[in-house]
Nanobody, 121 residues
Framework: VQLQASGGGLVQAGDSLRLSCAAS????????VGWFRQAPGKEREFVAV????????YYADSVKGRFIISRDNAENTVYLQMNSLKPEDTADYYC???????????????WGQGTQVTVSS
């Protein structure tokens, strides 16, 4: 499956932003999809993950209660709604897909390109 992330931009602290991860290829609805981010000078970190049906989600503690991951399998798209954004959320955001559920940055079969999110204070 091929992925393309979009929706990044420059916002102020407290604002909201929605990222999209559009997939092409077969059987997208059978893939687990995760969101990750990488700030300048830091390692890539896990943000959120959603199961193929969308019935289960899991978040990093740093975004829990502020970010919401969802998916529309009919549209082959996974979303990351980011609310109450903070300057420390500034990073390049990536989506990834794999048949196996995981909450680490390792082992994902397909990655999209990053979309930049900048949160000013």
């Amino acid at each position: 499956v091929q992925l393309q992330a979009s929706g990044g931009g420059l916002v102020q602290a407290g604002d909201s932003l929605r990222l999209s991860c559009a997939a092409s290829g077969r059987a997208f609805s059978s893939y687990v999809v995760g969101w990750f981010r990488q700030a300048p000078g830091k390692e890539r970190e896990f943000v959120a993950v959603i199961t193929p049906s969308g019935g289960a989600t899991y978040y990093a503690d740093s975004v829990k209660g502020r970010f919401i991951i969802s998916r529309d399998n009919a549209e082959n798209t996974v979303y990351l709604q980011m609310n109450s954004l903070k300057p420390e959320d500034t990073a390049d955001y990536y989506c990834a897909a794999d048949p196996i559920f995981r909450v680490t940055t390792k082992g994902w079969g397909s990655w999209g390109q990053g979309t930049q999110v900048t949160v000013s204070s």
